[in-house]
């Protein structure tokens, strides 16, 4: 059993940056796969980026490369998601998920455990 949660989100401009954390309780953090995922309003919640367990294969949404960078530390609970050159698209409840699931990392239906979730909104 895992629980999460999640800081650092809030109101910024376009151009901005944040560092979203997210704190996870409980054992074995360093065997879960951890990722980040977003929903917008009326939208589809959507995977940004994720972690894999052993640290190796990070992976990126088209949307979010090269600005975004996803961390773990093991030692800490803690995984992050440092968001550079926010643009008002990327607006929208943000979560942190883990799984112990070995494979389809990017689907949300992987991901047994959830966040509450926090917002960021980017204004132009």
């Known amino acids: 059993q895992v629980q999460l949660v999640e800081s650092g989100g809030g109101l910024v401009q376009a151009g901005d940056s944040l560092r979203l954390s997210c704190t996870a309780s409980?054992?074995?953090?360093?065997?879960?796969?951890m990722g980040w995922f977003r929903q917008a309003p009326g939208k589809e919640r959507e995977a940004v980026a994720v972690?894999?367990?052993?640290?190796?294969?990070?992976t990126y949404a088209d949307s979010v490369k090269g600005r975004f960078t996803i961390s773990r530390d093991n030692a800490k609970n803690t995984v992050s998601l440092q968001m550079n050159s926010l643009k008002p698209e990327d607006t929208a409840v943000y979560f942190c998920?883990?799984?112990?699931?070995?494979?389809?990392?990017?689907?949300?239906?992987?991901?047994?455990?959830w966040g509450q979730g926090t917002q960021v909104t980017v204004s132009s």
């Open positions: 409980g054992r074995a953090f360093s065997s879960y796969t």
């Open positions: 998920a883990a799984t112990n699931r070995r494979s389809n990392y990017y689907s949300s239906d992987s991901y047994g455990y």
């Open positions: 972690i894999p367990w052993t640290g190796i294969g990070l």
